[in-house]
């Protein structure tokens, strides 16, 4: 494939700034260690100026005179504290980590009241910023002042006022600022770990931006959301295609649903009306489901209305009812019963302690005043009584006082002893009475309870078939819901698979009217690519669907781990170079930690510190970007000094390490 170059960017190779991109959207100019909150020169660890443009941290190797030995000191280059640096920068800049806990907990240890000051310019604006090594103490910024201000102790902000300004320069400028499929906000935090890849991520693939190794606790994207990001900040994308992109994504959940369910209520509704079938086999076949529905509800309906004759049939037909009447019948005849037993035994124990009394003359009187009147009688004195006629005295007990003598006495004794003969003849037929009510209620009992329990068990079984008709009723519901749901499911799936293929569609003619600014893209990205490579090679950015491909091809396309290096850095300085040109919204801040890997060769990976350089020369003033690369290998000797080169570091002694001390 042939890239197309659009004529600007070829040879002679000439840059165009645009006119209104005068200064980064977000760069760093000073980076401060303390190892205390306090002013004073005593109190600084490192104090690093940075500038617009090429920024160069360089650890050079340990020279060895031109021989090399084994067990030769290797350190000096390695461990000096780069990677550090890098997350420096990004701690000032918002993200959550300072480095990997066992690294965190070393600083901390040696610098329990350290703090991180920064001078960081954001669309224009200088903000201070004040971030802690150690737990406990809150980051806090001041605006409009250098971080010498925060001294002062007045006019500190909340910190999240500094990353409010950040979100406000490098993500409202977005053409799209939702994730298509969550409808979430695309924050600072997703765009700072492209801007500021770990070198954990080796620079393979350039969506790879944090290693899990590194612990910066920045948002977990998936791929899409990543490749969104990349295609809102160069300006790939807008809020119509990302709008259909959203609407397409809820169209892809619901046909997977329906198509998960579809098969699953047509098994349901099948299974359902075979085992129907099995009942009713006169019923129509279940395939054809509208007279076989039709057939069978009226089947159950008709089972129904029978049974339902049968339990009031049953009912009626059972003589409990009148067995019932006939116990409670008999229940109060053996009250009546019992209550005639208890007047009988309470009037025979009032004569015989009339007569006991009548026997013991001395006794007399308190015994017969102790009694309590028997059943129908009153409390009137027996004169009373007598003059009024009363029908009952002559059965009360005896006047004591007025049969003193002798012969009153024997006499009122003799009437006694009959009367007490008599009231005990009737005790004893009152309780045969009992004893015939008691059998008679026993028997009634007894026959209700039998009479009852067929009917309950013989009701049990109606009710028990009417349940089953019943629950096959719903049964029939269901297949008929399953098999209804099913066809709409299945109705769904085809309405949405042509909405789906009508959204690509879609999605396709919004981003052909992106198609300019990719070819931008990808001939900026030729560029890049051929002034590392060589002038003989062709590389493009190809957009598939939602996604960006890069590829690099001489005589046919190529692949290394070297070529996948290379790529990664030209797709990261192309986007800073389209931003430099007035297209996309690359915030035009960009750092690459250490980024020499595989076999990648010293001469293609001085190229990178030249194309920065090259950058910057496009430039009648100070550029409007900031490129900050640290390195062990060796820039390009033009470079090696002022301005580029901003910090040299070594492993030992650690004194020349970043902390100036060993962690």
Known sequence: MTQLRLPNLDLPRALHPAAGVTQPIIWVRRLCVVREFARGEEYVVRDVSLRRGLNIVWT??????????????????????????????????????????????????????????????????????????????????????????????????????FLDAIAGAAVNCLPSRRFPTTDQPIRWEHILPWLSRDQECRFTDFLEWRHSSSESDAPALSVDERQFVVRAV??????????????????????????????????????????????????????????????????L????????????????????????????RAI????????????????????????????????????????????????????????????????LPSDLAAKRSERVVNGEME????????????????????????????TAARAEMVARTELEQKRGRLLEERAGVVHLDKQLD???????????????????????????????????????RLSH???????????????????????????????????????????ATVKLLAFDLAALTESVQGRGSFPRFLLHDGPREADLSLDIYERLFLFGQ????????????????????????ALLSAPWHVLTLAGVPSEQRLLRCDL
Request: a negative charge.
């Open 60 to 161: 050079p190797p340990r020279d060895t005179g031109g021989g090399n030995e084994l067990f030769q000191a290797g350190m000096s280059g390695h461990t000096a504290g780069k990677t550090t640096f890098c997350r420096l920068i990004r701690y000032a800049l918002g993200e959550h980590g300072l480095s990997n806990e066992r690294t965190r907990r070393r600083i901390r240890d040696k610098f329990p009241a350290g703090w991180l000051l920064a001078e960081v310019i954001v669309d224009g604006d200088e903000w201070a910023v004040a971030r802690p090594f150690g737990i406990g103490a809150h980051s806090f910024c001041r605006r409009g002042a250098p971080f010498d201000a925060l001294f002062d102790g007045d006019a500190r902000h909340d910190y999240q006022d």
């Open 234 to 299: 160069l300006g790939l994308i807008s809020d119509a295609e990302r709008a259909e992109q959203l609407a397409n994504a809820q169209r892809l959940v619901q046909r997977k649903e329906a198509v998960r369910r579809a098969p699953l209520l047509e098994h349901q509704a099948l299974v359902d009306h075979q085992r129907l079938s099995e009942l009713f086999p006169e019923t129509p076949e279940p395939t054809s489901t509208e007279l076989f529905t039709a057939a069978t509800r009226d089947a």
């Open 301 to 328: 309906r008709e089972q129904r209305r029978t049974l339902d004759g049968q339990l009031a049939a049953l009912t009626a037909s059972s003589g409990v009812e009148a067995l019932r009447a006939s116990l409670e």
């Open 332 to 395: 109060e005849e053996e009250t009546n019963a019992k209550r005639d037993v208890e007047d009988a035994e309470l009037r025979l124990k009032a004569e015989q302690g009339a007569l006991a009394a009548l026997s013991e003359p001395s006794e007399a009187a308190s015994l017969l005043s102790s009694l309590p009147p028997a059943r129908g009688y009153c409390n009137q004195p027996m004169s009373l009584a007598r003059d009024r006629t009363c029908p009952l005295a002559s059965t």
């Open 415 to 442: 009437r006694l002893r009959t009367l007490v003969q008599a009231l005990d003849v009737s005790l004893a037929q009152a309780r045969g009475v009992l004893g015939e009510r008691i059998a008679q209620r026993s």
């Open 478 to 516: 269901n297949a008929e819901w399953a098999e209804s749901t099913a066809r709409n499911e299945r109705e769904t799936i085809e309405t949405l698979t042509v909405a789906i293929d009508a959204s690509y569609v879609v999605q396709e003619q919004l981003r052909a009217q992106n198609s300019m």
């Open 521 to 563: 893209l990808a001939s900026t990205f030729d560029y890049v690519v051929r002034a590392i490579l060589g002038d003989e090679v062709t590389a493009t950015v190809t957009a598939a669907g939602r996604s960006l491909a890069l590829t690099v091809e001489h005589n046919g396309e190529r692949e290394s781990a070297a070529i």
């Open 614 to 637: 090259h950058l910057e020369g496009c430039f009648s003033g100070e550029p409007s970007f900031q490129y900050i690369i640290t390195t062990t290998t060796k820039p390009p000797q």
